[in-house]
């Protein structure tokens, strides 16, 4: 009898623990019917809810990332097109004290000259100069070693632009005016061409007031800038060449000294509107015309 009723209480605990198990197994469905309806929610991928969370953290930073790239262009183009129209305003106001020391110059040499082939560097070098734009070399590289950002090597590269200089050598002295750069900057420099003599000169962007010296050697006019603060560590040297069978050309190069990047230049004499014409190393300067423009 009692063996009997033992296996009706093992069924009914095997029942029961089905029950349980089925209970239990209703639990994990309905869990897992949850996490299904969470990835049809945007979960993907069997990922942890916050997986998604910072992957569309990451998506917002990428299109955050994406509308400043954007913006900095537009500001560059913007900042750009303003200084062109800078440019195309300011350009136009060249430096009084420059034209009316052209004007003097003009009037007093530019009647009649002779150039022969017995001249030197110090009587074809004066003169009135004023650079051809399209023969420029490596501009941007040399701007660069000197320390100027980018954003101004970039304006200085899409405007057209020309320097200009006066040279005079009077007794063993330079004096030299000129306009550089896009916005026609004025300056002047003053030297005795003895190879020693201390010369203060403005270098402008590139650090203000600084030492040079300045000397003619083989048919070249050089001046080796130092450092601003510095009388021994030279910064650049200029070299000014005139080729005594092309005397109206002049040849400058700016080499920055401890990169040796050359900025080359290509200048031509002028007389207003008139151009000095040679012939056999011997020429005349048209006479003066009152009315040119020398804007």
Known sequence: MDYKTKPSTIIKWGEAHEEEETALTGVQISKETQYQEGRKDGFSKGLHPCCGIVKE????????????????????????????????????????????KANQYAAKHCNVKTINQN???????????????????NLDSYLYQMGMDWFKRSYASSVSWEDELLISIEDAKLTLNGLRGPFAEAYQYGAKLDNQTLNEMNIG?????????????????FSYVFKPDSTSELFFIVSNRIDLNDVDTL?????????????????KRSCGDNKVKSNNHEDEWGEWDDDLDWK
């Open 57 to 100: 953290a990451l998506k917002c930073k990428k299109s955050v990332k994406i509308v400043l790239m954007a913006a900095t262009c537009v500001l560059l183009v913007v900042g750009i097109s303003g200084f062109v129209i800078m440019h195309e305003m300011l350009g136009k106001n060249i430096d009084v004290e420059f034209l009316n």
């Open 119 to 137: 001249s030197s560097l110090e009587d074809v070098i004066n003169g009135y100069w004023i650079e051809d734009f399209d023969q420029r070399e």
């Open 205 to 221: 962007d590139f650090g203000g007031l600084t030492s040079a010296i300045t000397e003619i050697r083989d048919n070249a006019m």
């Open 251 to 267: 040849n400058l190069e700016y080499k920055h000294v401890s990169s040796n990047v050359v900025w080359k230049s290509v200048f």
